[in-house]
């Protein structure tokens, strides 16, 4: 730090002579007064103004501003390891098998002699059930089949740390249900554009209303989407405007 003390009958004074001694201009040095000083009377109790100039530090070049290595590497995040490769959790075979063993006992329960295939792809399970009187495990519109799902999956996921997606199929249902559902909408479809109005399907299940999403998904003609709360949820087909 350089600097330099000056005195003077004023402030301004002794600052002039300080920022003499440093060969600098005003605005180069920060002035920090020692003493005021006064002028006294009739020549008693005078006292000079002494003042301290301390020179500013010049503002670093471009050069001296760039990052030294050592900067660089002391701002630097540390080097993270690689990151292992995850370890892939074996899949858990008891739960299918538990939900197997309790298809099986409801199905026995409801009176139907009715064999049950599983069928595990990871933690997808799926139940394919063939037998006598299947119209009695299928129901209305599915409604018993569905059913019989939900309660399949809450028994797959009841003890289980990873979640099972389950599908209770018989005789091949759910396709036939599928392409019904696909025919259906595209006629309501077609119903919709001829009346210009919008058309209301009857409640289904989420997964059945996938299914009608999906088959109007590339008709540019209509817009479908879903109305009402649960077990009235719907799928209303309405021309697009």
């Known amino acids: 730090m350089i600097e330099a003390t000056a005195a003077g009958s004023t402030v301004e004074e002794a600052t002039q002579a300080a920022l003499k001694k440093l060969n600098a201009k005003r605005e180069d040095a920060e002035i920090e007064i020692v003493i005021e000083g006064r002028?006294?009377?009739?020549?008693?109790?005078?006292?000079?103004?002494?003042?301290?100039?301390?020179?500013?530090?010049?503002?670093?070049?471009?050069?001296e501003e760039m990052v030294q290595p050592e900067e660089v590497f002391a701002e630097a995040e540390p080097l993270q390891e690689e990151?292992?490769?995850?370890?892939?959790?074996?899949?858990?075979?008891?739960?299918?098998?538990?939900?197997?063993?309790?298809?099986?006992?409801?199905?026995?329960?409801?009176?139907?002699?009715?064999?049950?295939?599983?069928?595990q792809k990871g933690r997808n399970l799926t139940f394919l059930i063939e037998g006598e009187d299947i119209a009695l495990l299928?129901?209305?519109?599915?409604?018993?089949?569905?059913?019989?799902?939900?309660?399949?999956?809450?028994?797959?996921?009841?003890?289980s740390d990873q979640y099972f997606h389950v599908t209770v199929d018989a005789e091949s249902y759910r396709e036939r249900r599928e392409d019904i559902l696909v025919q259906l909408a595209n006629k309501l479809a077609n119903q919709a554009l001829a009346s210009s109005k919008e058309v209301a399907l009857e409640p289904m299940p989420s997964y059945e209303r996938k299914i009608i999403h999906a088959a109007l998904a590339r008709?540019?003609?209509?817009?479908?989407?879903?109305?009402?709360?649960?077990?009235?949820?719907?799928?209303?087909?309405?021309?697009k405007r």
């Not at 009377?41 to 100039?53: H, N, P, T």
């Not at 299928?138 to 019989?148: A, D, H």
């Open 39 to 63: 002028k006294g009377f009739l020549g008693f109790g005078k006292r000079e103004a002494v003042v301290k100039a301390v020179l500013k530090p010049l503002d670093p070049s471009p050069e």
């Open 83 to 119: 990151p292992k490769p995850a370890v892939k959790k074996a899949i858990n075979e008891k739960p299918g098998e538990e939900a197997h063993a309790y298809l099986l006992q409801v199905i026995e329960q409801m009176g139907v002699k009715a064999t049950v295939e599983k069928i």
């Open 138 to 159: 299928i129901g209305k519109r599915g409604q018993t089949l569905n059913s019989l799902q939900y309660l399949t999956q809450l028994v797959a996921n009841r003890h």
């Open 219 to 239: 008709n540019k003609k209509v817009v479908t989407f879903s109305a009402g709360e649960e077990p009235r949820r719907h799928i209303v087909i309405a021309p």
